[in-house]
Structure formats: structure tokens, C-alpha cells
């Protein structure tokens, strides 16, 4: 150490002694040398750390970048989710020259940090995931990481029907709790249980049904505003269950004792003959026209319940919400 001091000493003596013009030539000298250091260091640091072309240099994946440059991520640079230290970088770079570049994996762990600072900040440019129904199930009930889920295909991040089978095979075709509506069968699992909606169960509700069969082409059955029922779909319909509706009723009107429900021919007959359903409330003529075509112009404008009385009181005991339209 006292070494290094005294040659210090020593060439400070020898600087001091100097011309004026030889002083302001090397420490002009110094400075550019320092400066251009550090800013080529800074360029050597930006384009490793940020740059993606870095990574696909050394990458032997093509597939990757092609992948990566076609995805919702392709504005995200690299680093942003693939993250790694400078150390642990150096030690990929001198893996891939002197080694097999095959056994370069660890850079590719996305860690759930990585998805949060984008997916749970709060800033609108990126898909918000806190409060929404499939996320509050399985990243917060359930504490399933994010890469469970997202990271299974490369850089392809929307899960496929076959990550949602790996932890539901019950739900898979021939299964137990697979899709019994051939129509629906193909349809991607959020199609119904949709994730992303907020403050809200995973299960399908009422307006998710309504937004697809509302759209469906040539459309027979309609869904009036001011139908008397307007209680979750899953209540007649389970799709997972049966292929077509499972209604009773009976359950919870006892119709067929008092009125015209009790006539011999109407009480043999199955409801949705003449309660078409989801409108359910008879309010024409043409239920009644379809077996008393005879009666067409009997009092004709209007409803036979004018003077038929077919109304019978709800069974004892049964919720009164079940007769009421339901609040939306």
C-alpha cells in the first residue's frame, strides 16, 4: 500500500511540473476517455438488457422471436418478463460459445412478479386481472402460478381447452362432465366461463347466455324484457348435465288443481305446449287455436283467459321470487 502511495505521490509531482499546454491536453485526454467509457458501457448495457435482437443473436430458436413478434407481448421487451442477473446473463453467453446451447433453460422461468407489474398495476394499456372471476379462482383462491396457465404454449399465452382439461379431465369429451350440446361441444371453455369478468362468479350467468344465443342466426326462441322468470339460465339448462333443458314445473306451481289446469286433456299436457318457453305468460290466442281451432272466431281479439280461468295460486311454501321478474 505505501508502495502505491509513494508512485502516486511521485507522478502527481511530475503532472504538477508540467507545461500548461501538456496539463490541458491529458486531462481533456482523461475526460473523453471516462466519458466514452461510460457511454460505451452504457450502450454494451442497454442493448443487452433491452434490446430483444440481442437475444435472437444467440437464440437458436427461431421459432421463439417469430412467435414472440406476431404475439400481445411484442412490444414487451425480453428482460421484462425473462429476467436475469448480469452475472447469470455472462453465464449464458459463455454457456452458449463454450457449451451446448441446449442446455441454456434457466433464462426462460418467468417468475409471477413478471406477469403482476403489467397484468395487476392498474395501468389500462395491459389486460387488468384483479377482481376478475377466473383469476380471483385460480391465482388467488387457488394460488396457481401464472405460467400454469399462460406459459404451457411458446409465447403463446391465451390458454388452450387442453390446459383447462389438465386439471378438469372429468370435463372432456366421453367424460362425466363434458359438453352434452353438440353444438357447444367445441366451444373454448371461457367462451362461457369468462375470466375476465369482474366482480363477478366463473360460472356463466344470465347476460353471458343472452349474449350469444341473442346473436344466433335464424333465432326461434326469443328472450322478451318483460318475461315473469328471469332467474340464471343453469337453472333449467345445464348444459354439462343433459342436452336438452330439465324444467319441472310441478316443482313450484301447482297448476294442474284449480282452474282450466285441471281440465282432463289440459292437465295431461306438457307446459311448454302452450307457455312457449322463456316468454312462459300466455298473452294471445294461438296456444289456445293450436287444439280449438274451432273457436277462431269466438269472441276473436281476444285472449281466451279473459274469460277462461286458468290461474291457480303458487304452491304453498314456494319462493316468491320465483313469480316475480327478477331485478337485473
Known amino acids: 500500500m505505501r508502495w502505491l502511495v509513494r508512485r502516486i505521490k511521485r507522478a502527481h509531482r511530475r503532472f504538477r511540473g508540467l507545461p500548461p499546454v501538456v496539463k490541458v491536453a491529458l486531462w481533456s485526454f482523461l475526460t473523453l476517455f471516462v466519458l466514452g467509457g461510460s457511454y460505451g458501457s452504457f450502450r454494451v448495457y442497454d442493448y443487452t438488457q433491452n434490446n430483444p435482437n440481442f437475444c435472437r443473436r444467440c437464440h437458436t430458436m427461431e421459432t ?13 421487451n425480453c428482460h421484462s418478463c425473462h429476467e436475469v442477473s448480469p452475472i447469470t446473463g455472462a453465464e449464458l453467453v459463455v454457456n452458449y460459445l463454450l457449451e451446448s446451447p441446449d442446455r441454456n433453460t434457466d ?70 362432465k363434458a359438453i352434452k350440446i353438440k353444438q357447444m361441444a367445441e366451444m373454448h371453455c371461457q367462451e362461457c366461463h369468462q375470466f375476465l369478468r369482474e366482480n363477478s362468479p366463473l360460472r356463466p350467468t344470465r347476460e353471458t347466455c343472452l349474449g350469444c344465443h341473442q346473436k344466433l342466426p335464424n333465432q326461434t326462441v ?14 333449467c339448462h ?5 342436452e336438452k333443458p330439465t324444467v319441472d314445473c310441478s316443482s313450484c306451481h301447482d297448476v294442474k288443481v284449480n282452474g282450466l289446469h285441471a281440465a282432463s286433456t289440459h292437465s295431461r299436457t306438457a307446459c311448454q305446449v302452450c307457455h312457449k318457453p322463456h316468454e312462459w305468460k300466455v298473452t294471445g290466442r294461438s296456444p289456445c287455436l293450436t287444439c280449438h281451432a ?25 319462493a316468491a321470487s320465483q313469480y316475480a321478474p327478477a331485478t337485473q
Open 222 to 235: 326469443t328472450f322478451p324484457d318483460n318475461a315473469p322468470m328471469k332467474w340464471d339460465c343453469r337453472e
Open 294 to 318: 274451432d273457436k277462431a272466431q269466438h269472441n276473436p281479439g281476444r285472449p281466451c283467459s279473459d274469460c277462461h280461468g286458468f290461474m291457480a295460486p303458487p304452491r304453498p311454501g314456494a
Open 64 to 76: 421463439a422471436w417469430d412467435k414472440w413478434s406476431t404475439s400481445e407481448h411484442s412490444k414487451v
Open 107 to 176: 433464462h426462460a422461468t418467468v417468475p409471477d412478479k413478471a406477469c403482476e407489474n403489467c397484468h395487476y398495476s392498474g395501468d389500462p394499456q395491459w389486460v387488468q386481472v384483479a377482481n376478475t372471476a377466473g383469476h380471483k379462482v385460480h391465482a388467488e383462491n387457488n394460488n396457481i402460478a401464472c405460467q400454469t396457465c399462460h406459459g404451457m404454449r411458446l409465447h403463446r399465452f391465451k390458454p388452450a381447452m387442453e390446459i383447462c382439461a389438465a386439471c378438469h379431465p372429468d370435463h372432456v369429451a366421453g367424460e362425466e
Open 238 to 242: 345445464k348444459p354439462h348435465q343433459a
